[in-house]
């Protein structure tokens, strides 16, 4: 693949033969970052998995980065007050069903009461597609609403790694601190390695990277997932 002049100039500031620090790999990126937009600064996990064994769960980053999401709360009347109230953008069921099955998708994430499944599982293919299913695992079918609606609007997000056994996520923007963006990759690999199934043999995490949007991946050093 051929790159630009740009990228070319990021690339020869890395030792492509050194496995960087998380601080500083945060510090390298934020420096050759060379796009006119504010990039996000992403990280890649590779984990060692078996066929049947998957890493999924949800954190909050210590430093935030994205705007507030909108939040839609399926559930019954006597909880939409409870739901407003406690800062979801929109509450409600049957309402909010027929709108999403007529092409309606102007919220960011789904949190379900459990009495709310057997409805919301007909809009299962719709949501799916979107990443937008509430899901147990994920803390958005419960229901202690209040705490689901606090986290996420704190900036709660969903990790899981793809069929390859990597974790793609994104961990901060290249204006902020590159020390609060290590924080958070810090952080991202305490969880994903609390994730390692018991039955994981081997080395859990076996390679690292970080780039911004547009740059070139510097490797990492960890020495935690063992």
């Given at each position: 693949m051929k790159h630009g002049k740009k990228y070319v100039l990021a690339l020869a500031k890395i030792d492509t033969e050194k496995f960087y620090t998380v601080a500083e790999a945060c510090a390298l990126v934020k420096e050759i970052s060379f796009a006119?937009?504010?990039?996000?600064?992403?990280?890649?996990?590779?984990?060692?998995?078996?066929?049947?064994?998957?890493?999924?769960?949800?954190?909050?980053?210590?430093?935030?980065?994205?705007?507030?999401?909108?939040?839609?709360?399926?559930?019954?009347e006597d909880r939409v007050k409870e739901a407003l109230d406690t800062g979801a953008a929109f509450a409600g069921d049957i309402e909010y069903i027929e709108k999403i099955k007529n092409g309606w998708f102007e919220f960011d994430v789904a949190v379900a009461t459990p009495d709310m499944m057997k409805d919301v599982g007909r809009l299962g293919m719709i949501l799916g597609r979107k990443g937008l299913m509430p899901n147990p695992k994920t803390g958005t079918v419960t229901n202690d609403i209040i705490a689901a609606i606090n986290e996420l609007k704190r900036g709660r997000t969903e990790y899981r790694a793809d069929k390859g056994g990597v974790v793609h996520i994104a961990v901060g923007k290249v204006f902020m601190d590159s020390a609060k963006v290590a924080e958070n990759i810090e952080v991202l690999l305490t969880e994903v390695t609390r994730k390692k199934p018991v039955d994981a043999k081997g080395s859990f995490i076996r390679s690292i990277s970080v780039n911004s949007t547009m740059g070139p991946s510097v490797r990492v050093t960890y020495k935690g997932g063992e």
């Open positions: 006119k937009f504010g990039e996000t600064i992403e990280t890649h996990i590779n984990v060692r998995l078996s066929k049947n064994q998957s890493v999924r769960d949800t954190l909050v980053f210590p430093n935030q980065f994205k705007s507030e999401k909108k939040v839609l709360v399926f559930c019954r």
